[in-house]
Structure formats: structure tokens, C-alpha cells
């Protein structure tokens, strides 16, 4: 295995197959489109042999959350993982499906929506994984989240979102299709809610709060709403 190969894909926020000899490859943008809302982008990449890993990345611009998807496609059933690469002062803590980081100042949610088995590698030698240098030479412990799926085609639904405190997400009606997937996402109590599908947004239904709100806003004291 080409050692340098594989510290090349294993420092990024991807999707990694534990065993298998990373092959240098290009990784080809196959479609981009943004508006008001929304950016979105899908990759491809095939540096494993047998192996085809295509990435969807949706940005919201209103809510500022990322949903990343990943589908991977294999010739056998295999053990794969997506990574997600956090600051030595993170304390991650692995709950309910959820990861969120403990900074004093700017913090993570990490939720997988379709599950799959979380866990934290922190300063690990073999394999390499784990670490940050700030300075040639010198090395410092951090967390990697590592998100475990098996199988011949396996799949992630991965919303990331970040707060100066521990961002406050709910996430409904999750339903995922061959062809894309639709969820609710609501940001912040009271919040705002857009509903995602195949890609597109709209705005949901926003919490009561948020209803009355603008309804008391409209109002024009003669028994109209603006």
C-alpha cells in the first residue's frame, strides 16, 4: 500500500475503506447548481478498486446547515467509514445518534440520519489516525468521529450544523429514496424550518412562536393582517 497514498485520504472529511489500497485518482464534479437557497454539488470517486463512492453536498444559505450524502457502491460486503476531523479541544460526546462538540466557543452537531455505528479515534498509531500538526515536527492528539457502515451498497445521510453554543437541530419526516431524500430541518427554539427534497427547499411550517410572531408583526390594529 502506498502509505503516502493513504495519509492523503485519510486526513480528509470522507469516506474511507479500512484495508483497501488508495489508488490516486482524480475526483470529478459530475453536478453543481446554487440559487437564493441552496448550493448544491455531487462528486465522484473511484481511487479504491471495485469501489464507487459519489458524494451529494446540500447548503442551506438561509439556516447555514450542510447535509452531506454519500453512497457507496462495492464488490463484496465490506466495512466502511465516514470521517469527520475535529480540533484537539473538542470533547465530542456520541449520544442518541448525535455528536457535538464541548469548545468553549463554536461547536459541531454531527447527526447521522440514517444511523450507523459512531465512535471516536483519538491518537492512534496504527492505523495513523487522530492527530493535527500546527507546527513542522510536533503532534497533538485530536478526535476523529468515525461512522461505521457494512455491506456491498451502504449509505450516510449526514446533517452538520454549528453554533457558538451547542447548535439546537430537529430533524423530522426523514425519508430517504433511490433517488435523493426528504427531511425537515428546523434550526434554533423557536426556529425556522425548510423542508429539503431531491435537493430543493422550501419553507415549512415555522414553530407557533415564530407564527404568532409575525402575525402580531402584520397586524394592523383595525382587524387586518398585512
Request: proline share 5%; aromatic share 8%.
Amino acid at each position: 500500500m502506498s502509505r503516502c497514498a493513504e495519509l492523503r485520504r485519510i486526513v480528509h472529511n470522507v469516506v474511507v475503506a479500512p484495508g483497501l489500497e488508495w489508488h490516486r485518482s482524480s475526483t470529478p464534479l459530475v453536478a453543481y447548481a446554487e440559487d437564493a437557497r441552496r448550493v448544491d454539488a455531487r462528486i465522484r470517486s473511484t481511487g479504491y478498486d471495485g469501489v464507487r463512492i459519489e458524494r451529494r453536498l446540500l447548503f442551506s444559505r438561509s439556516l447555514g446547515y450542510l447535509i452531506v450524502e454519500d453512497r457507496v457502491r462495492s464488490g463484496r460486503p465490506r466495512p466502511f467509514d465516514q470521517l469527520w476531523h475535529l480540533p484537539e479541544d473538542a470533547a465530542p460526546v456520541i449520544a442518541a445518534g448525535d455528536v457535538t462538540t464541548a469548545r468553549a466557543d463554536g461547536n459541531l452537531l454531527v447527526r447521522s440520519l440514517l444511523g450507523g455505528d459512531a465512535r471516536t479515534i483519538a491518537g492512534s498509531l496504527d492505523p495513523i489516525q487522530g492527530w493535527v500538526a500546527w507546527r513542522y515536527g510536533e503532534r497533538v492528539a485530536a478526535p476523529v468521529i468515525a461512522i461505521r457502515k457494512e455491506g456491498r451498497q451502504v449509505r450516510w445521510i449526514t446533517l452538520l450544523a454549528t453554533g457558538a453554543a451547542t447548535p439546537v437541530v430537529t430533524t423530522s419526516d426523514v425519508e430517504p429514496s433511490r433517488d435523493g431524500y426528504a427531511v425537515t430541518v428546523t434550526i434554533g427554539y423557536p426556529g425556522y424550518s425548510e423542508f429539503v427534497r431531491r435537493g430543493w427547499m422550501q419553507d415549512a411550517m415555522t414553530t407557533l412562536a415564530g407564527f404568532a410572531q409575525r402575525m402580531e408583526s402584520a397586524y394592523d390594529g383595525n382587524g387586518n393582517y398585512g
